[in-house]
C-alpha cells in the first residue's frame, strides 16, 4: 500500500489516497477500540440508503492502525462555498437537506446518543453542580432513534463530478434525537468561525424540521459539555463556554 499523497490531516490521524482507495492512519497512540468502533459505524450506516464510502478492511501499517475505504473524487462541500460564495445559501440548503435525509434513517445497531452523552458529561472534568445540572436536563429530553452522524459539517461532504453526494468520517455516529445532532452542527460553524453561516444553519434546520429554535438550543449545553472531553485545548475553552445550563432567550 503506498502512502505517498496526504489527502487531510486531522488530530490524531491523515488520511491518504492510494489508486481508488483511502487510508485513514492513526497515531500509533490512538484506542483501538475507537479505530474498530469506527470502521464498525461506517459498516452499520453502509446498510442504510445513504451513500457512503465503502469500507474495505482495517489493518496495521508499520505498527499503526488504519481504516482503507473506497476513495470518493469531488470537492468537499465546504471548499464549494469558499470558492463560490454567491453560492453559499444555495449550498447550505442543500446541506441541511442531506443532514435531514440522515436524521429519517434508523440504525439500531450504533450506540445510543444519550447513553454516550451521559458518559461524556461525567468525563468532562467539569464541577459537580455542573455535571448534574447537565445530567438532569440530558434525562429530561426526549429519547430518539435517528441516525446522527455527530460530526455533521460541510467538511465531511463529498460533491463528486456528477455532483452525488457522500458523506464521510461516521466515528461519532449514534442513534438518537435529531436536534442534538444539529446542535453539535451549530456549534462546528461557530468553531470554524463561520458566525452567520451558523445563525443561517440554524434558522434553515428548524424551517425543514419543523423544529422550534428553542428545543435545538437546549441541547447546546449538553452537547458542548459532551465534545469537550476530546479535541485540541482552544476548543475545549471554546466549547465550555457554551455549558452555561440556563435557557437561551
Known amino acids: ?82 470558492e463560490n460564495p454567491d453560492k453559499y445559501d444555495q449550498y447550505l440548503e442543500q446541506f441541511v437537506d442531506l443532514q435531514l435525509l440522515v436524521h429519517r434513517q434508523t ?30 436536563r440530558l ?6 432513534n435517528k441516525l446522527c452522524h455527530g460530526d455533521f459539517d460541510p467538511k465531511n461532504i463529498i460533491i463528486t463530478e456528477g455532483g452525488e453526494t457522500y458523506i464521510l468520517d461516521w466515528a461519532h455516529a449514534t442513534q438518537g434525537n435529531a436536534s442534538a445532532d444539529a446542535a453539535r452542527t451549530y456549534l462546528l460553524f461557530w468553531l470554524a468561525g463561520d458566525i452567520d453561516g451558523a445563525e443561517k444553519y440554524l434558522k434553515l434546520f428548524c424551517q425543514k424540521s419543523d423544529t422550534a429554535k428553542q428545543y435545538v438550543q437546549k441541547w447546546i449545553p449538553i452537547v458542548a459539555a459532551s465534545q469537550s472531553v476530546k ?16 435557557d437561551y432567550e
Open 1 to 82: 500500500m503506498k502512502l505517498e499523497k496526504v489527502i487531510a490531516v486531522r488530530t490524531n490521524k491523515t488520511v491518504y489516497r492510494d489508486g481508488n482507495l483511502a487510508v485513514k492512519v492513526f497515531d500509533s497512540d490512538y484506542s483501538k477500540a475507537d479505530v474498530l468502533n469506527e470502521a464498525l459505524n461506517q459498516a452499520r450506516v453502509e446498510e442504510t440508503s445513504l451513500n457512503v464510502p465503502k469500507l474495505q478492511e482495517v489493518t496495521k501499517l508499520d505498527g499503526k492502525w488504519a481504516i482503507v475505504s473506497d476513495f470518493i473524487s469531488g470537492k468537499t462541500l465546504a471548499a464549494l462555498m469558499e
Open 107 to 136: 440504525c439500531p445497531m450504533l450506540n445510543k446518543l444519550k447513553e454516550k452523552m451521559n458518559r461524556k458529561i461525567s468525563q468532562s472534568g467539569l464541577d459537580a453542580t455542573t455535571r448534574y445540572e447537565l445530567h438532569t
Open 139 to 144: 434525562e429530561g429530553m426526549p429519547t430518539h
Open 231 to 246: 479535541g485540541k485545548a482552544e476548543e475545549r475553552e471554546f466549547l465550555l463556554h457554551w455549558v452555561n445550563v440556563v
